[in-house]
């Protein structure tokens, strides 16, 4: 018998995981992912890594970089990375469904708008300032 130390820890993680929603892929209704409600420190993270993805995998220079704020450029790309940081295997709900670089290579656009609805309210609802 083998002892996978990180199934461990991923099993005692989500016994006292997170916080979460199981949601369906958005025109699919056999794909199932959770949901988490993103720290602070996780939405600060998915920004600036939507900005290095920028600067830096794209080559976008400042002046390029300041033009992307008028056709929503670098919004996009943050939901992704939040995206990429929210959605999980819905069976170890600590570990993220995908890395943003595959997220970015097969999501839709109405998918991602879809997906940040969903996210933002689930957001809402288990926010307790809603109340």
Known sequence: MSFDVAEVAREAV????????LIEWPGDRGRTLGLVVLTEEEFTFAAIAAAR?????LKLDPIEMA??????LLERARDVF???TALRDPRHI????FDAASLRQSITT???????????KFVEDTSPLTD
């Open 14 to 21: 989500g016994k006292t995981g997170r916080t979460h929603r």
């Open 53 to 57: 993805y920028l600067r830096n995998d």
């Open 67 to 72: 033009l992307t704020q008028s056709d929503l």
């Open 82 to 84: 939040l995206l990429a």
């Open 94 to 97: 600590d570990v993220p469904a």
């Open 110 to 120: 109405e998918e991602r708008i879809a997906l940040m609805q969903l996210y933002n």
